[in-house]
């Protein structure tokens, strides 16, 4: 039976013997009868198979700086071309983007864009990569690699912003298209993530595990801290630790500030101490490079070199106001290597944000 053009096939399924079928993409393994959308409600059961159902079709397009991703190490100062769809594997109740996350509204998809097209409006734009972002690109594998595959015939590199809840096999198909990425750690608790998120912490962890020793993508980790949920120091200290003997001291942290929102309305947001403490701790468990976000601190948000402590990129917002980087991403004063992927010299993009339509820079290449 023929296919509506945004409904594709998926692979990562299998019928159950009680005529069910279980979607086998994350470990939410969704078992699901003839009609029935998963939670994550874009792939639905269609015809005794998984289909997704919203195949180049998104939420919005806008040109950002990569430091919003965040990603402090992937071409400071570049711009990235970010897009989203609708929906999200997991049902966190302080999601930040809860009306992209969680519609239901097809509405809410009100951009339409091929691969292609978007690979060719990020080139037109003059963006370095190009950002599954806003929600989780998990839920629209098929739709993440065929966007990706088209950047990469162009030289544009792919960024996964992603909760990392996913299963090893289409885990492991995902990220050879995928370039760098940044792994929301939600908080190193399953109390947390079984309360607050209807889900796991432990395939969250596999997945770091995995991009640092089976994979060459460049991935940074975030935190959201909130008050009396995620922020005890202690808890802070031993996902740290973890991170270090696990994933390696070179993995940069970013703790961001928590705001009221969606079904979590009754917490206020994060103090910018916490903040500055979680960095701190970051630091003395010896992870190299750790952040404040959503907050303003330009020390909190700038690179330091962890052999002499000079400052090597300084960042106020995402303004780049410092760079004492060489070429080849060591320390002008020390010579120390500092991780990441680094060009010549730092992006002008800056603070800018730039909502565009695709179908205004989408033409052929010449």
Request: hydrophobic fraction near 35%.
């Given at each position: 039976?023929?296919?509506?053009?945004?409904?594709?096939?998926?692979?990562?399924?299998?019928?159950?013997?009680?005529?069910?079928?279980?979607?086998?993409?994350?470990?939410?393994?969704?078992?699901?009868?003839?009609?029935?959308?998963?939670?994550?409600?874009?792939?639905?059961?269609?015809?005794?198979?998984?289909?997704?159902?919203?195949?180049?079709?998104?939420?919005?397009?806008?040109?950002?700086?990569?430091?919003?991703?965040?990603?402090?190490?992937?071409?400071?100062?570049?711009?990235?071309?970010?897009?989203?769809?609708?929906?999200?594997?997991?049902?966190?109740?302080?999601?930040?983007?809860?009306?992209?996350?969680?519609?239901?509204?097809?509405?809410?998809?009100?951009?339409?864009?091929?691969?292609?097209?978007?690979?060719?409006?990020?080139?037109?734009?003059?963006?370095?990569?190009?950002?599954?972002?806003?929600?989780?690109?998990?839920?629209?594998?098929?739709?993440?690699?065929?966007?990706?595959?088209?950047?990469?015939?162009?030289?544009?590199a792919t960024v996964a912003v992603t909760a990392g809840y996913v299963c090893s096999e289409p885990r492991a198909e995902f990220y050879r298209h995928?370039?760098?990425?940044?792994?929301?750690?939600?908080?190193?608790?399953?109390?947390?993530?079984?309360?607050?998120?209807?889900?796991?912490?432990?395939?969250?962890?596999?997945?770091?595990?995995?991009?640092?020793?089976?994979?060459?993508?460049?991935?940074?980790?975030?935190?959201?801290?909130?008050?009396?949920?995620?922020?005890?120091?202690?808890?802070?200290?031993?996902?740290?630790?973890?991170?270090?003997?696990?994933?390696?001291?070179?993995?940069?942290?970013?703790?961001?500030?928590?705001?009221?929102?969606?079904?979590?309305?009754?917490?206020?947001?994060?103090?910018?101490?916490?903040?500055?403490?979680?960095?701190?701790?970051?630091?003395?468990?010896?992870?190299?490079?750790?952040?404040?976000?959503?907050?303003?601190?330009?020390?909190?948000?700038?690179?330091?070199?962890?052999?002499?402590?000079?400052?090597?990129?300084?960042?106020?917002?995402?303004?780049?106001?410092?760079?004492?980087?060489?070429?080849?991403?060591?320390?002008?004063?020390?010579?120390?290597?500092?991780?990441?992927?680094?060009?010549?010299?730092?992006?002008?993009?800056?603070?800018?944000?730039?909502?565009?339509?695709?179908?205004?820079?989408?033409?052929?290449?010449?």
């Amino acid at each position: 039976m023929s296919l509506p053009p945004d409904t594709v096939r998926t692979k990562y399924w299998h019928r159950l013997d009680d005529g069910r079928v279980q979607c086998d993409l994350c470990p939410r393994l969704c078992k699901l009868r003839e009609a029935q959308r998963g939670l994550c409600f874009v792939r639905a059961c269609q015809d005794g198979e998984i289909v997704l159902t919203t195949y180049g079709r998104s939420s919005g397009f806008c040109v950002d700086p990569i430091e919003k991703k965040p990603l402090n190490h992937f071409f400071p100062g570049s711009a990235v071309l970010s897009f989203g769809t609708a929906g999200c594997n997991l049902a966190c109740r302080f999601c930040q983007n809860w009306d992209i996350s969680k519609s239901r509204e097809f509405d809410t998809l009100a951009d339409q864009a091929s691969p292609e097209q978007i690979a060719r409006a990020a080139a037109a734009l003059g963006c370095r990569s190009v950002a599954f972002t806003y929600n989780d690109p998990v839920i629209f594998h098929e739709y993440a690699i065929d966007v990706a595959e088209a950047c990469h015939a162009l030289g544009i590199a792919t960024v996964a912003v992603t909760a990392g809840y996913v299963c090893s096999e289409p885990r492991a198909e995902f990220y050879r298209h995928i370039d760098a990425a940044n792994v929301d750690l939600k908080a190193f608790s399953e109390r947390f993530y079984h309360q607050l998120c209807s889900g796991h912490l432990e395939p969250v962890k596999q997945t770091l595990v995995y991009l640092e020793h089976e994979t060459d993508v460049w991935f940074e980790v975030t935190t959201l801290l909130i008050p009396g949920e995620n922020d005890d120091p202690r808890e802070i200290g031993a996902m740290c630790r973890w991170l270090v003997e696990n994933v390696g001291e070179d993995v940069p942290i970013h703790f961001s500030a928590f705001h009221p929102d969606w079904k979590m309305l009754d917490k206020p947001a994060t103090p910018p101490e916490t903040l500055r403490r979680a960095r701190e701790i970051a630091i003395s468990e010896g992870l190299r490079y750790a952040y404040t976000g959503n907050v303003h601190d330009a020390a909190g948000q700038s690179t330091y070199c962890h052999g002499c402590g000079a400052k090597l990129v300084g960042r106020d917002w995402y303004v780049l106001t410092d760079w004492t980087l060489s070429p080849d991403g060591s320390c002008r004063r020390c010579g120390t290597c500092c991780s990441g992927r680094f060009a010549d010299g730092p992006g002008d993009w800056g603070s800018r944000r730039l909502p565009v339509r695709i179908a205004d820079w989408a033409a052929p290449l010449a």
